[in-house]
């Protein structure tokens, strides 16, 4: 058995793994006392003499010489801050991130003799980090505790429990389970109460590589996680579904990304401006939204930056697409087929907008495609190989089949296209680091998906 524990100092990490260790008859490690050991003196010493950065390495070496180890883990407040001492402490673990209210925190390490980490008040440097380090903390968790209104031994317990679910929400999973087709997925939990679970959300998701790929990577990793398909008609039975299984995370798609956001406790800034959510994060019973989709649209444009854009559709897909092209200073247009979708999408951005018909191939470097026309068993094209100009980028977002009606089109018509497993592809690679805190590579997704 293996638990970690991660947070900023002074939620308990140390005194809660204690008692764990004691408890369950099991090894204890502190990541920072095995720090010093390494270096044979102290952590101010370490900041004092060489810094940040060198006592960073040592910490590195140090998770890592853990990454097989069974026992207690407590590490220490920026540890999640580096996405392989993540993968190290997930594999074949359960992370628990335990957190306290700013004030508490501040509380508690009052008199420290730790070095701050900016040159901010003590107080001011607590609120700091905590909302930089945020995201990290919640991706590297599977279960999240408030410690500050508990003593070490109440967060024990609740470790030990694994936060577990009342019977009278149990009844309830398991009539959703069945209505969602999903049975199983309750006795896979029920015989497993260490497992996680990640989702696609959608109506239709059938098609989605989602599953496919996450569950590749979980099991690359070590991690006690299954990968699965919501497929119903309501965003809200999906969220409430979640929130009855150890969900940790649920990839968003049609024609849930707008909808969803309403059932969500807190969304991102760019998932805000976008007004569409691909991605939520539960940890601590709250429900976080992101947007990945523009970071998709984004990575493989990056060698167009400046030029001249047009994006096809004014739906989630569409708002992403203008959200990551004005982020690479680009001239967009927004067309659709109906005229006022396209207006409204665009006004929002300060974009020019007008009807598809108005299409005009010598007026784009780029064209996004950013509909559903052309997903299979679809096999329209909103444009043939005479609306497009030679050496124009055409990127269709559309990934089932990988290559589309428009992709083959704007090929023949001599383009650069991009097929929509691209966008797929970039933008799990930010959601993956979203739900779990470990970065991987857009080389190790292709394989994974092939």
Not at 114 to 123: I, V
Not at 141 to 158: K, L, N, Q, Y
Not at 366 to 380: F, I, K, L, N, Q
Request: aromatic share 6%; charged share 25%.
């Amino acid at each position: 058995m293996k638990i970690v524990l991660v947070g900023f100092r002074g939620t308990g990490k140390t005194s809660v793994g204690r008692l764990l260790a004691e408890r369950l008859a099991l090894p204890f490690f502190d990541t920072d006392t095995l720090i010093e050991r390494r270096a044979g003196v102290s952590i101010p010493d370490i900041f004092g003499r060489h810094g940040e950065a060198h006592f960073r390495a040592l910490e590195r070496e140090v998770v890592a010489s853990l990454r097989d180890a069974e026992g207690i883990i407590s590490t220490g407040g920026g540890v999640v801050l580096d996405p392989a001492n993540v993968a190290d402490l997930r594999r074949d673990g359960r992370v628990f991130l335990l957190s306290a209210p700013p004030d508490v925190i501040q509380e508690r390490i009052a008199g420290s003799d730790r070095p701050g980490l900016t040159n901010l008040p003590p107080a001011e440097e607590v609120q700091a980090l905590l909302a930089a380090r945020k995201e990290a903390y919640i991706g590297a968790a599977d279960v999240c505790i408030d410690t500050g209104r508990r003593t070490p031994g109440e967060v024990a317990d609740m470790v030990l429990r694994e936060a577990g679910i009342s019977g009278d929400e149990k009844s309830e999973r398991n009539t959703l389970l069945e209505r969602f087709a999903l049975a199983d997925i309750g006795d896979m939990v029920d015989r497993d109460p260490g497992l996680m679970v990640c989702a696609i959300a959608g109506n239709p998701c059938a098609h989605s590589k989602s599953p496919l790929l996450y569950n590749r990577l979980f099991a690359r990793f070590g991690m006690r996680y299954h990968y699965t398909r919501f497929e119903w008609p309501d965003a809200g039975a999906i969220v409430r579904l979640a929130s009855l299984l150890p969900t940790k995370g649920l990839s968003v798609t049609i024609p849930f990304k707008a909808d969803v956001m309403r059932h969500l406790d807190l969304v991102d800034s760019h998932a805000a401006a976008i007004g569409a959510v691909n991605t939520v994060i539960r940890c601590g019973g709250r429900m976080y939204g992101y947007n990945t989709d523009w970071l998709g649209v984004r990575a493989p444009l990056a060698h167009r930056r400046g030029g001249r854009a047009v994006v096809l559709g004014a739906g989630g897909a569409a708002a992403a697409a203008v959200y990551a092209l004005l982020s690479l200073d680009m001239d967009v247009t927004v067309l659709a087929r109906t005229p006022d979708a396209a207006r409204r999408l665009a006004e929002r951005f300060t974009c020019r907008w007008g009807g598809l018909d108005e299409f005009r191939g010598s007026d784009a470097d780029v064209v996004v495609h950013a509909t559903p026309v052309g997903m299979e068993p679809d096999t329209r094209s909103l444009l043939s190989a005479s609306d497009f100009r030679a050496g124009t980028t055409v990127f269709d977002l559309v990934y089932t089949p990988p290559e589309t009606p428009l992709i083959r089109a704007a090929k023949e018509a001599g383009c650069e296209t991009i097929p929509g497993t691209e966008m797929f592809v970039h933008q799990a690679v930010a959601q993956f680091r979203l739900m779990t805190g470990i970065a991987v590579t857009p080389e190790l997704v292709r394989e994974m998906l092939r």
